[in-house]
């Protein structure tokens, strides 16, 4: 409580806003985590700057490469947007599954990203879609980065105080296989014990590219390259299957905490991927 | 602490109040004498604080006041406005069918469930359910809510 707020009418105002680049000046979009983490004092701001009504950072936009949206694109404005979740599959599953419908009309992906939780939802999807973030300040202009290389660890990430999460760019990713998981002791309103997403890129069976993200298992979302170089190049086979649980067993390193033992959320992350690839094999056979 | 004056749209009528800086929306509409809003557990997990920010529903609790400055904001009170006997056929639905026991979440799960009926929601359970998944119940165990629902549902859409 107490803290002042200033809500940011265009784009512009919003970075003026930020621009003293004071790290207790924080911007907010809906505020569904930002209330919480003042309120029980996980975070100190003297002052917020509300972007939740800023027309230029709430948009969907595609063209024949990629798709844009905006930071503060409520989540489930992408979720009711058919295309979004046609072309972006595992995205669109982590929607459905992410907090409730309540926080969905005002959570952000921007939100989620800037947060730097390890149990992210929206996180290991984009990072396996090979999403890039635009950041953007009043004092150097704009910035285009890979998702993965915002996070520096729990709650840590490479944007500036003065800077602000503006869009998303995902490449097209409709003819990819694409896989969601996350699992959790309900299914509504719960944090991950472990989520992850897996993007391969298949010409028949044989894995072309792979792109794999886990959360929960690591001090922020994890990229697992050693899982992505594994199965680079493979064959779609039993082998591949049974060979990825020794891979994703030493990429991934979670802890004990209140939701689950790390060696649980380890078998669930090696399950998780299994599961994954075996779907992704049944459907290139079935297709072939 | 620092106040602020705030003035507020809800359900058609613009309402004025002093709070402290960083009032939660939940407490705002409270204090200006919507008590049909509850708190329940504060976080965004129970739903019982669910209001509709133009046409959105969202949890009070979760929102600063000043964000909806300039906002509609609908309230539980306003739902049952121009229904017969001053309540919606939800409401009704549910009096009928028993799914109001201690009435704690009542209040949210009518906000959620109107919504979802005016919207057009299909009257099966899996998207009922979907959609009042950010409301808690502790007592009716939802079976006599979602029937509810269902009953509401059919009566508006004239079956």
């Known amino acids: 409580m107490g803290v002042e707020i200033d809500l940011a009418e265009s784009l512009d105002h919003a970075l003026e806003l930020l621009a003293a680049a004071d790290p207790e000046v924080r911007p907010v979009a809906g505020a569904t985590d930002m209330v919480l983490r003042l309120h029980g004092g996980r975070l100190k701001a003297k002052r917020l700057v509300s972007i939740a009504d800023v027309p230029e950072l709430s948009f969907i936009q595609s063209d024949h490469h ?3 949206f905006g930071a503060g694109t409520f989540l489930s404005d992408l979720l009711a947007n058919e295309d979004f979740c046609a072309e972006y599959r595992c995205a669109a599953d982590s929607l459905r599954q992410f907090a409730s419908p309540q926080i969905r009309n005002r959570a952000t992906v921007g939100g989620n990203v800037g947060n730097a939780s390890p149990a992210a ?3 290991p999807p984009l990072i396996a ?9 009043k004092a150097r202009g704009m910035r285009t980065v890979p998702m993965e290389d915002v996070f520096l660890g729990f ?3 490479s944007i500036a105080p003065d800077e602000l ?3 998303v760019t995902v490449p097209r990713r409709a003819s990819w296989f694409q896989a969601f998981a996350k699992f959790g002791s309900r299914n509504a309103n719960v944090i991950a014990v472990v989520n992850m997403a897996l993007c391969l890129d298949l010409d028949g069976t044989r894995i072309r590219r792979a792109r794999a993200a886990y959360g929960s298992v690591a001090p922020k979302t994890l990229r697992a390259l050693p899982v992505e170089q594994f199965l680079q190049g493979r064959e779609l ?3 591949t299957v049974r060979g990825v649980a020794e891979v994703v067993q030493q990429a991934v390193s979670p802890i004990d905490d209140v939701r689950g033992s790390a060696r649980y959320k380890r078998k669930l992350a090696v399950n998780a991927t299994q599961d994954a690839l075996a779907a992704a094999m049944k459907q290139a056979r079935g297709t072939r | 602490m620092k106040h602020e004056e705030l003035t507020l749209q809800i359900n058609g009528a613009k309402r004025t109040g002093v709070f402290p800086r960083g009032t939660r929306l939940l407490d705002a509409i409270r204090r200006l004498g919507f008590t049909g809003t509850k708190e329940g557990c504060g976080e965004g997990e129970c739903g019982a604080c669910s209001v509709v920010i133009d046409g959105r529903v ?3 609790c979760l929102v600063y006041a000043k964000q909806a400055v300039g906002q509609k904001i ?3 009170e306003a739902l049952g406005e121009g229904h017969p006997g001053g309540l919606h056929p939800f409401q009704h639905a549910m009096v009928e069918t028993g799914g109001v026991q201690c009435g704690f979440c009542t209040p949210g799960m009518i906000v959620s469930g109107v919504r979802y009926l005016e919207d057009g929601g299909p009257l099966e359970d899996a998207p009922i359910k979907d959609a009042l998944s950010g409301n808690l119940c502790r007592c009716t165990g939802y079976t006599k809510i979602v029937e509810a629902m269902k009953l509401a549902g059919k009566r508006m859409r004239g079956g």
């Open chain 1, 237 to 239: 086979d039993e082998a």
């Open chain 1, 165 to 167: 999460i503006i869009e």
């Open chain 1, 66 to 68: 990629s798709t844009r």
């Open chain 1, 121 to 123: 939802d929206m996180v």
């Open chain 1, 155 to 157: 709650g840590k990430t």
């Open chain 2, 74 to 76: 609908t309230t539980v």
């Open chain 2, 58 to 60: 969202v949890n009070s």
């Open chain 1, 129 to 137: 879609l090979e999403a890039q973030i635009t950041l953007g300040s």
